[in-house]
């Protein structure tokens, strides 16, 4: 855990923006080129893509904190996934981008879909890391709902270490990763669970209107079923299974992930052309 004058430190050193009244967002903006937006699962934070930072070497690389997440403040209204997804649009304008890429990871892939769905002229392509468009399966239900037991009863601490744990490959990630879940304010946490567990973009996304990449961990077996629904509705989708790969691919499995997302903004690249 850090210290109260280590915190003091970090808030003098962060970048924030002011996208509503009473809402201001933690984000990080790093590189030039193309830009590539990460949103994360509830309660993670931008810690969750440390490891793609390094793709700033070719794109312009945005991570941030959704509301009530990290150091993002959590406004005073309920929150909705198209408030989320809202929310993102408002800090592309505060940072004068136009057009990205979109990555969701687990169930931050609801808030992406949402975005791409919601606002087709402001995304180049989408791309779900362990995504799904509904919740249908047994073995994820009972995950969420889980999760919603957990968040409802007091429980942020024990989340902010098991999912912390289960992601970090080493002590100095494990630490920024649940130095930034154990801030998230518990009624957003529980709320996100909930609204993300109920979306649904199934009936909807025949009409998405930008290139589709799936990326799955070979070995998430319960969420593999998803690739197929997705293929369904979307014609132009591509789908990639990273070999050993279990569900945390971008803190377990970095490299394959940022030559996978290379290889997608290079060839949205050369479609410009």
Known sequence: MLTDKEIRQVFRKVPFIKIRRNVTLHYE?????????????TGMGLKTF???????????????????????????????????????LYLLDGLGIQR????????????AQEFALAYPDRTRGLVLIGGFPEVNT?????????????????GLPLLAAGI????????????????????????????MYKKTFHYKSTDRLHTLACPLLLVYGAKDHYIHSYDSLFKMHVKNTVSVYISG?????????????????????????QQVK
């Open 164 to 191: 912390s744990k289960a992601h970090a490959p080493n002590e100095k990630i494990f630490s920024s990763l649940y130095d930034s879940f154990i801030r998230t304010d518990p009624y957003i946490l529980h709320q």
């Open 100 to 111: 990205a890429v979109v990555v969701g990871y687990s169930n931050g892939g609801a808030i």
């Open 50 to 88: 440390s490891y793609q930072e390094v793709l700033s070497n070719t794109s312009k690389v945005l991570t941030y904190d959704m509301r009530g997440n990290g150091l993002s403040n959590s406004g005073s209204v309920p929150v909705t996934i198209s408030l989320l997804a809202e929310d993102l």
């Open 29 to 41: 903006l790093k590189g030039s080129g193309h830009p590539i937006v990460f949103i994360h699962p």
């Open 245 to 269: 790969a279990k569900h945390e691919v971008p803190t377990k499995n970095p490299a394959e992930l940022n030559a996978i997302l290379r290889r997608f903004m290079e060839k949205l690249e």
């Open 138 to 154: 047994e073995l994820l239900k009972m995950e969420f709902l889980l999760g919603i037991s957990i968040s409802g009863f007091g």
